[in-house]
């Protein structure tokens, strides 16, 4: 069974701080990661995808991927209020999403 | 059209009732995605169209799912018997090329609800 892992949380981070969240895969040979953020109620919507080993920034967003570790991550910059969803980590190769993660971001 | 298209987007079924949930694609999006998320749970796959070919139905549940896209642009996802563990929302996903490595882009999905 083909598993994406991440910590349920609830992940707080104060306004303006950064928030980090995990990702980690089980099949070695996944090659196209992304992250969705999913407000309550509503359907995911695509944030990033990532790759290539290193890091790939957009905006106040930067995914980490490296997959000796089978880890990807998700770090949000000056996060804001409105940042506070459910972010969740896809392996796309094997069509799987993790459990998601739910951040609050305190003004 | 503009986006994904999923109708009803609310359903109450009676035990044992048949339901069918539809799936409107982005217009050219070759594959198609029906995922099913329970309260506070990950999306968990269901089924996968590239065009009219289903390519993988490993995430069906039971044989009381079933899912088809004969035309390769609408699909509909039918649920045979519904169970009261069958209530969650269905969400269905189009990407524009085949193997989902471009990205899905969601409908607003559907609420079953199995009273």
């Known amino acids: 069974q083909k598993e994406v892992e991440q910590n349920s949380g609830p992940l707080s981070v104060p306004e303006g701080a950064i928030a980090s969240l995990n990702c980690t895969y089980s099949?070695?040979?996944?090659?196209?990661f992304f992250w969705y953020r999913q407000y309550s109620g509503k359907s995911p919507e695509l944030i990033m995808s990532i790759y290539s080993n290193g890091d790939k920034e957009d905006g106040r967003f930067t995914a980490q991927l490296n997959k000796a570790s089978q880890y990807v991550s998700l770090l949000i910059r000056d996060s804001q209020p409105s940042d506070s969803a459910t972010y969740l980590c896809a392996v796309e190769d094997d069509m799987r999403f993790g459990a998601g993660t739910r951040l609050t971001v305190k003004p | 059209g503009a986006g994904v298209s999923q109708s009803p987007r609310y359903k109450v079924a009676k035990r044992g009732q048949d339901v069918a949930l539809r799936c409107d694609p982005i217009s050219g999006h070759v594959s198609l995605f029906w995922y099913q998320q329970a309260l506070g749970q990950g999306p968990e796959f269901l089924t996968y169209f590239q065009n009219e070919a289903q390519l993988d139905k490993s995430g069906l549940p039971s044989d009381r799912f079933f899912a088809e896209r004969p035309e390769g642009s609408v699909s509909t996802l039918k649920i045979q018997r519904t169970q009261q563990e069958d209530s969650a929302v269905y969400l269905c996903?189009?990407?524009?090329?085949?193997?989902?490595?471009?990205?899905?882009?969601f409908g607003s999905g559907t609420r079953l609800t199995v009273v």
């Open positions: 099949d070695r040979v996944s090659q196209s």
């Open positions: 996903a189009s990407s524009l090329g085949g193997g989902g490595n471009y990205g899905y882009t």
